[in-house]
């Protein structure tokens, strides 16, 4: 025969055009080890290239170069997974480009795997002329070279195609198979020398890289690079937004601009299809999953659209049985109905949950990598743009306040374990909403979100929630009906954390008189009402007052409830607080065993009332003097804690604390340091820089560096302390006057203040606490 050079084209060498005198064989592409001239084939499909402005992602092409080079002459398959638009074939395609450049491979097979007729079309092609025509043929064709050829199955995205029938029979080959169906990775999984690897966000330089890229150079643009950094971020860096940003910012010249242009019109930008200088992609954003839309059933349409409304991750099947089983219902009849539709389409009907069809309406967008499934946890996650996508369709109106009443139902308010656990999973999702609600919200929506807000410390968030939701109870309801009632001891409850002491006792006398007049003086409400001012009082530094009405409160309970209901046990906790501040240690101690014990039997020895009875009684060993005791307890709080609870619960990280400050006391500066830093960095993340127990952590390790002589580092974290103490909580409020006195002592301590400066501060200090508490409290 005779072999003419007819072009060059990337990574296969030359591409050669082989004819044969004796059978008139033609064959287009790169010769195969071992290819004989008795061979008859067909002109087959070339691989494409990766788009010219492809970059990054270095750290995945290498993991497959590996994995290629590894066990040669045995069978490959590997799977790239992802959400449509994330930049799965063209990571493909960048690696076959790359292992040809180095000659990793004999032969590359390129298959439009978008359905069964692409292909068996693409695959027919392999097969010998003169043979049946048939995708079969082509198979066996490929499975007779024994040779290190590659396989590109690309898109192969229809959750009814078996790919595993396309798969030529034999042991050896190499395959890659691109897709956005995750039960795809079976295959992979199945095979001795298998990988998968989900596409997911490229990192924030690749992005930018990328963006920078298809921008180009017209024109000088200050800040180029912050403001592409800026704009992949705002795109949460997903690789087709960047690549139409690109283009779309090239065509108009807007780099400078784009955000605002994106924050206006986001979802016609993520929607246009003009892509300058990117051929290759041929849908937008929005456009590719639409495809995907049109083939899900209406549940799983549903459940997308709730969804949309969530936060973006941590989306549990637990709200969703827990409000399908609740025993609450929305004031609102309208809106109860519409929750109860919703709830029956993914899973919930009659009172009943089925986790079958939940598994199945979410195993639908798990095909399409709609959402993805954290195996670690059990949640589920959606990319925020699929997010603004998928909100923009769904036949029910008010989604935000439908989404909010799911919450409200599935949040309860026992003690059980698995209460506390559930109230700190949902806060990002009340959150998302909470703060776009614009509308009145429902008495059983406010009743579960206030006390996850409560629990988080959000109490800004939740007294305006609760002003809102008290105004409306007393034109509906009146002023001394139940539930309007209920709502002002809640914000006076709110009112007490905020230190807002005076506005919380005056809600509180109105509460408990009014009580006493409807329901009696030893009405459990009524008792609760006392106890709450007895916690006021306690605040106040008024023990003498606090100590009687919580004597009171606890006879009343012991007669009405029984010696050891939960709520007679937390009023003798309470007793013994008080009796503690007023140094009657040993009282203190007498009742803080009697409630630890009585704890342990009626709820358990790890049920959170008891742990908390717990470290209650090693904070009076600590002021008893008693360290070891204390440390000892408070050890098995944490150890419990953290086993029952979890390592980051707030409860637990309050043990950690804890704990350090015992440290402290002993001596033990580098323990205290160690665990305050700890927990100084995990309620950063689960609670927010400027939550008061985050606030309080920053203090804590102030005053570790200070007792280290560190007073630089002290007056660091003090400052800082204040200044967002006076922001959170205000100037006068107890903890900002003890960050006020903390920076004063360091400020003396290095000699930076003169007498009359520190002198002023402490007046400043003193004056303050004499009018918010009393001359007689401690503090004062």
């Not at 890289?209 to 690079?225: A, D, H, Q």
């Not at 800004?460 to 609760?466: F, I, N, R, Y």
């Given at each position: 025969g005779q072999i003419k050079v007819d072009s060059v084209v990337w990574g296969q060498g030359p591409q050669?055009?082989?004819?044969?005198?004796?059978?008139?064989?033609?064959?287009?592409?790169?010769?195969?080890?071992?290819?004989?001239?008795?061979?008859?084939?067909?002109?087959?499909?070339?691989?494409?290239?990766?788009?010219?402005?492809?970059?990054?992602?270095?750290?995945?092409?290498?993991?497959?170069?590996?994995?290629?080079?590894?066990?040669?002459?045995?069978?490959?398959?590997?799977?790239?997974?992802?959400?449509?638009?994330?930049?799965?074939?063209?990571?493909?395609?960048?690696?076959?480009?790359?292992?040809?450049?180095?000659?990793?491979?004999?032969?590359?097979?390129?298959?439009?795997?978008?359905?069964?007729?692409?292909?068996?079309?693409?695959?027919?092609?392999?097969?010998?002329?003169?043979?049946?025509?048939?995708a079969q043929e082509g198979l066996q064709w490929l499975a007779n070279q024994q040779t290190e050829w590659l396989l590109l199955f690309d898109n192969a995205d229809d959750t009814q195609l078996d790919m595993g029938k396309f798969f030529p029979p034999c042991s050896f080959g190499n395959i890659i198979?691109?897709?956005?169906?995750?039960?795809?990775?079976?295959?992979?999984?199945?095979?001795?020398?298998?990988?998968?690897?989900?596409?997911?966000?490229?990192?924030?330089?690749?992005?930018?890289?990328?963006?920078?890229?298809?921008?180009?150079?017209?024109?000088?643009?200050?800040?180029?690079?912050d403001l592409a950094t800026a704009i992949v971020q705002e795109l949460h860096c997903f690789a087709l937004a960047v690549a139409q940003a690109g283009g779309y910012i090239y065509t108009c010249g807007i780099l400078t601009s784009y955000l605002a242009l994106y924050e206006s019109s986001r979802d016609k930008l993520l929607a246009q299809s003009e892509i300058q200088g990117q051929s290759q992609y041929a849908l937008a954003v929005y456009a590719t999953w639409d495809l995907s839309y049109k083939n899900l059933s209406s549940p799983a349409k549903t459940f997308l659209q709730i969804c949309s409304e969530l936060h973006h991750q941590n989306i549990r099947e637990e709200i969703f049985q827990r409000a399908t089983l609740s025993e609450l219902e929305l004031a609102d009849s309208d809106l109860q109905e519409v929750v109860i539709e919703l709830l029956t389409q993914i899973g919930g009907?009659?009172?009943?949950?089925?986790?079958?069809?939940?598994?199945?309406?979410?195993r639908e967008l798990q095909s399409y990598s709609l959402i993805e499934f954290n195996h670690v946890d059990g949640s589920y996650n959606v990319h925020p743009l699929v997010q603004h996508w998928s909100a923009m369709s769904g036949?029910?109106?008010?989604?935000?306040?439908?989404?909010?009443?799911?919450?409200?139902?599935?949040?309860?308010?026992?003690?059980?374990?698995?209460?506390?656990?559930?109230?700190?999973?949902?806060?990002?999702?009340?959150?998302?909403?909470?703060?776009?609600?614009?509308?009145?919200?429902?008495?059983?929506?406010?009743?579960?979100?206030?006390?996850?807000?409560?629990?988080?410390?959000?109490?800004?968030?939740?007294?305006?929630?609760?002003?809102?939701?008290?105004?409306?109870?007393k034109r509906r309801l009146g002023k001394e009906h139940p539930d309007t009632l209920l709502g002002m001891a809640s914000l006076a409850v709110i009112y007490l954390e905020q230190g807002r002491w005076s506005e919380a006792e005056e809600l509180e006398v109105v509460v408990l008189e009014a009580r006493k007049r409807v329901l009696g003086n030893e009405h459990p409400d009524t008792l609760s009402s006392m106890a709450n001012l007895a916690i006021t009082y306690w605040n106040q530094g008024r023990w003498s007052e606090s100590e009687e009405l919580e004597v009171t409160v606890l006879a009343a309970r012991k007669r009405v409830?029984?010696?050891?209901?939960?709520?007679?046990?937390?009023?003798?906790?309470?007793?013994?607080?008080?009796?503690?501040?007023?140094?009657?240690?040993?009282?203190?101690?007498?009742?803080?065993?009697?409630?630890?014990?009585?704890?342990?039997?009626?709820?358990?020895?790890?049920?959170?009332?008891?742990?908390?009875?717990?470290?209650?009684?090693?904070?009076?060993?600590?002021?008893?003097?008693?360290?070891?005791?204390?440390?000892?307890?408070?050890?098995?709080?944490?150890?419990?804690?953290?086993?029952?609870?979890?390592?980051?619960?707030?409860?637990?990280?309050?043990?950690?604390?804890?704990?350090?400050?015992?440290?402290?006391?002993?001596?033990?500066?580098?323990?205290?340091?160690?665990?305050?830093?700890?927990?100084?960095?995990?309620?950063?993340?689960?609670l927010g820089k400027e939550h008061p127990d985050t606030l309080k952590s920053m203090a804590s390790l102030a005053s570790t560096y200070h007792v280290q002589g560190k007073l630089n580092e002290a007056k660091e974290l003090e400052v800082a302390v204040l200044e967002a103490r006076k922001r959170v909580l205000g100037k006068e409020h107890p903890d900002t006057l003890v960050s006020m006195e903390n920076l004063a002592r360091t400020y003396a301590d290095q000699g930076k203040s003169n007498e009359a400066e520190e002198l002023q501060v402490e007046v400043a200090v003193l004056e303050a606490r004499k009018q918010l508490l009393c001359e007689e409290h401690p503090d004062t």
């Open positions: 050669v055009t082989f004819t044969s005198t004796s059978n008139n064989i033609n064959f287009h592409g790169a010769l195969p080890v071992g290819f004989k001239e008795s061979v008859k084939t067909k002109n087959r499909k070339l691989c494409p290239l990766p788009v010219p402005s492809y970059t990054g992602r270095q750290d995945i092409l290498e993991q497959m170069h590996q994995f290629f080079g590894r066990n040669q002459g045995s069978r490959h398959i590997f799977v790239l997974y992802g959400l449509g638009g994330s930049g799965k074939s063209q990571l493909a395609l960048k690696f076959v480009q790359e292992a040809q450049a180095n000659k990793r491979f004999t032969d590359i097979f390129f298959v439009d795997a978008t359905s069964e007729q692409t292909a068996e079309t693409d695959l027919k092609l392999l097969a010998p002329i003169g043979s049946e025509d048939t198979i691109t897709t956005r169906n995750p039960e795809v990775c079976q295959h992979a999984e199945l095979c001795p020398n298998g990988q998968v690897f989900r596409v997911s966000d490229l990192d924030v330089e690749d992005a930018k890289n990328l963006l920078l890229k298809l921008v180009g150079t017209k024109g000088k643009v200050p800040n180029k690079e009907a009659n009172k009943q949950w089925d986790s079958f069809c939940f598994n199945k309406v979410a036949p029910w109106k008010n989604r935000k306040q439908c989404v909010l009443g799911i919450i409200g139902l599935s949040v309860s308010w026992k003690f059980a374990i698995e209460d506390y656990r559930y109230r700190y999973q949902v806060i990002d999702h009340i959150m998302r909403n909470i703060k776009s609600s614009c509308y009145s919200i429902d008495d059983a929506i406010v009743k579960g979100i206030g006390l996850v807000l409560y629990d988080h410390g959000y109490y800004q968030d939740v007294s305006e929630l609760g002003v809102t939701a008290l105004e409306a109870r409830l029984g010696k050891e209901h939960p709520d007679t046990l937390t009023s003798m906790g309470n007793l013994a607080s008080t009796y503690w501040n007023q140094g009657k240690l040993n009282n203190a101690e007498e009742l803080g065993v009697a409630v630890l014990e009585a704890s342990k039997r009626v709820l358990g020895k790890d049920h959170p009332h008891t742990l908390t009875s717990m470290a209650n009684h090693a904070t009076t060993y600590h002021a008893q003097g008693r360290l070891n005791e204390a440390e000892e307890l408070h050890v098995a709080v944490l150890e419990a804690r953290k086993r029952v609870l979890g390592k980051e619960h707030p409860e637990t990280l309050r043990s950690m604390a804890n704990l350090a400050s015992t440290y402290q006391r002993q001596g033990k500066l580098n323990e205290a340091k160690e665990l305050e830093v700890a927990v100084l960095e995990a309620r950063k993340q689960v």
